[in-house]
């Protein structure tokens, strides 16, 4: 298996317009063969995703999802570029998989890395530095320890960067990309909400047996 160097990603990336993660998945499962990973993107519709991404897409649908026992619901905005697309199987499928995927991921706060806030990022960063299995190293090397923590945490934070539920080969925005492919046309995941039962009610807890210890008193 050839080696997967930088040069090599970006060679394929210049010449399928692919993402550079994508590209390098695509050498993975391709063995370096150059042509062999440009025909895995074709495949996934993956290339010509990248390609449309830059067209307005306003179109759409905002899709549901209620888990059973109706205890954690998801309101989901998935965008196209026309109506055509919206009202297909394929587009109506990916924004039920999208809300499902939401539902299961509790901790996913935001749709890509892009969107979360610098201040998010400096508090993870603080917390990470705190840690004390950080103590007595010196600063460089405490610094990369904690970049590479960060990364993965951010990617916890962010929708896009999910394994998917149905099948976890792929992320969710391989899913997407892969929708865009087929339909030939730009998709957007543009915004979410989960609502979970209760969240945010504070429950006054009585203490039962204290109170019948107290009525023996009396």
């Known amino acids: 298996m050839a080696e997967i160097t930088a040069k090599l990603v970006k060679d394929l990336r210049d010449k399928t317009g692919a993402g550079m993660m994508d590209c390098k998945k695509a050498l993975g499962e391709s063995g370096g063969d150059m042509t062999k ?15 449309k991404a830059g067209r307005t897409a306003a179109e759409g649908a905002i899709g549901s999802y209620i888990h059973t026992g109706a205890r954690v619901g998801v309101l989901v905005e998935v965008n196209c ?67 590479g923590r960060i990364g993965k945490r951010l990617k916890e934070l962010a929708l896009l960067e999910q394994a998917f539920i149905r099948d976890n080969t792929i992320t969710v925005g391989e899913m997407v990309k892969q929708a865009a492919g087929k339909t030939g046309e730009n998709i957007q995941v543009r915004r979410f909400s989960r609502f979970t039962l209760g969240e945010g009610i504070e429950v006054e807890k009585s203490d039962f047996a204290a109170e019948v210890a107290a009525m023996g008193k009396s």
Do not use: H
């Open 81 to 147: 570029e026309t109506d055509f697309v919206a009202r297909g199987e394929l587009f109506q499928e990916l924004v039920r998989n999208v809300a499902m995927q939401i539902a299961a991921c509790p901790n996913v706060d935001y749709v890509s890395t892009e969107e979360i806030p610098p201040e998010v990022a400096e508090r993870e960063k603080a917390i990470e530095m705190g840690r004390d299995d950080l103590a007595g190293k010196k600063e460089e090397m405490k610094v990369k320890i904690v970049e």
């Open 37 to 51: 990973a440009a025909e895995w993107l074709r495949q996934k519709g993956i290339a010509t995703a990248e390609k």
